[in-house]
Antibody
Framework: EVQLVESGGGLVQPGGSLRLSCAAS????????IHWVRQVPGKGLVWVSR????????NYADSVKGRFTISRDNAKNTVYLQMNSLRAEDTAVYYC????????????WGKGTTVTVSS | QSALTQPASVSGSPGQSITISCTGT?????????VSWYQHHPGKAPKLLIF???NRPSGVSNRFSVSKSGNTASLTISGLQAEDEADYYC??????????FGSGTKVTVL
């Protein structure tokens, strides 16, 4: 079964840091791009970041550029999202999402991990 | 990177057809045939309905169809059913090699 399982969410103070992990299974991980998408409860989906298969290319939404870093460890089938200088507006559920093979859409979603930035 | 513009809500009676628009710019929707659509029932993972503007994954009902004109893509749900009540999002690749979601549309089946 194709699966993405996020972890690492929690409560952090403004200005703090958190690292999210996404463990993949059930598919050839190093063939796929991986995205992070977030959603504030009751609000819409927002694309955050994407990493290509060998981490040679990464992209970020303007709202997180310079504060968040996406990376991957293909030996561990895991993608990470390092989040620094966190703000209240980063509070959301963060989803790890698989990019479809050699395509520009996403096809498999994790269940999400909740990040709360509050003092 | 503003969200693509979708109507906040659309409603229809069972059996009717409804259309959800997704308006962007020439830097995203209008510039590429890389628009996809997702159905999201709260508490569940979003489901891919359409990719590359008009292609349906296997298993997705042909009641879902898409058209695109200029900077606007539109999702039509024909023969509306109770199970179609959900949130719908468009998603596009952009000229900056980033991606952007639509603002989301809540579909209500009356």
């Amino acid at each position: 079964e194709v699966q993405l399982v996020e972890s690492g969410g929690g409560l952090v103070q403004p200005g703090g840091s958190l690292r999210l992990s996404c463990a993949a299974s059930g598919f050839t991980f190093n063939n796929y791009w991986i995205h992070w998408v977030r959603q504030v409860p009751g609000k819409g989906l927002v694309w955050v970041s994407r990493v290509n298969t060998d981490e040679s290319s990464t992209n970020y939404a303007d709202s997180v550029k310079g504060r968040f870093t996406i990376s991957r460890d293909n030996a561990k089938n895991t993608v990470y999202l390092q989040m620094n200088s966190l703000r209240a507006e980063d509070t959301a559920v963060y989803y790890c999402v698989r990019g479809a093979l050699r395509a520009y859409y996403v096809d498999v979603w994790g269940k999400g991990t909740t990040v709360t930035v509050s003092s | 990177q503003s969200a693509l513009t979708q109507p906040a809500s659309v409603s229809g009676s069972p059996g009717q057809s409804i259309t959800i628009s997704c308006t962007g710019t020439s830097s995203d929707v209008g510039g590429y045939n890389y628009v996809s659509w997702y159905q999201h029932h709260p508490g569940k993972a979003p489901k891919l309905l359409i990719f590359d503007v008009s292609n349906r994954p296997s298993g997705v009902s042909n009641r879902f169809s898409v058209s695109k004109s200029g900077n606007t893509a539109s999702l039509t749900i024909s023969g509306l059913q109770a199970e179609d009540e959900a949130d719908y999002y468009c998603f596009s690749y952009t000229v900056s090699s980033t991606y952007v979601f639509g603002s989301g549309t809540k579909v209500t089946v009356l």
